[in-house]
């Protein structure tokens, strides 16, 4: 089976940087992907990392080491908008679309 | 349409009724997946279809629990003799295909009183 752990809540102030952790434990592993989810809204696909090192789009960054089994998700220059839910999830095949999630991490973004 | 709809939006049933959910995924997308989200938590996969074929039911969490899709395009989970527990908001996803990137709609938000 899968198990994903992420912390719960995060806080951080406009314009600053936050680091989301990721640690899982897999009996398959494709990949590693992040979601968004604001309150009410649908999971919006953020980045997935297959391979092991940082892939940039924007402000969110995403990292992956497969033999730490371990993942984060790196949002610079962050704006209220940013304040949601991120979500790690494991591909433990090539069908994109299952995953298993962890149980979120509440970002707040502070003024 | 632009995006993965589903209805309704919100569901509230008593105990032990039968209740519908619907999407309408992304159109040309082959692949379909349904996710439950209980509050406060994660994504839980409940099935996926690969047209209107279903090679993983491995979610569903009881016989209570179906799904079917038809026309490689709208699906309908159906939860029989419903249940407190399976108050949640029920995900569906499409992808184009396989190892592509699913796009999730807005959920329906199931309650059972």
């Known amino acids: 089976g899968q198990s994903l752990e992420q912390p719960s809540e995060v806080t951080a102030v406009e314009g600053a940087i936050v680091q989301i952790n990721c640690t899982y434990q897999t009996s398959g592993f494709y990949g590693l992907s992040w979601y968004q989810q604001h309150d009410g809204g649908a999971p919006t696909f953020l980045s997935y990392n297959a391979l092991d090192g940082l892939e940039e789009t924007g402000r969110f960054s995403s990292f992956l080491s497969r033999s730490d089994s371990y993942g984060y998700l790196l949002l610079q220059e962050l704006q209220m908008k940013d304040s949601a839910s991120y979500f790690c999830?494991?591909?433990?095949?090539?069908?994109?679309?299952?995953?298993?999630f962890g149980d979120g991490t509440t970002l707040t973004v502070k003024p | 349409g632009a995006g993965v709809s589903q209805s309704p939006s919100n569901k509230v049933t008593e105990k032990g009724k039968d209740v519908e959910l619907r999407c309408d995924p992304i159109?040309?997308?082959?692949?379909l997946y349904w996710y439950r989200q209980r509050l406060g938590q994660g994504l839980e996969f409940l099935i996926y279809?690969?047209?209107?074929?279903?090679?993983?039911k491995s979610g569903l969490p009881s016989d209570r629990f179906s799904a079917e899709r038809t026309g490689e395009s709208v699906s309908t989970l159906t939860i029989q003799r419903t249940q407190q527990e399976d108050s949640a908001v029920y995900l569906c996803?499409?992808?184009?295909?396989?190892?592509?990137?699913?796009?999730f709609g807005q959920g329906t938000r199931l309650t059972v009183v």
């Open positions: 279809f690969q047209g209107n074929s279903a090679p993983d």
């Open positions: 999830a494991v591909r433990d095949s090539p069908n994109a679309g299952k995953s298993t």
């Open positions: 159109s040309g997308h082959t692949a």
């Open positions: 996803a499409s992808s184009l295909d396989l190892p592509a990137e699913a796009f």
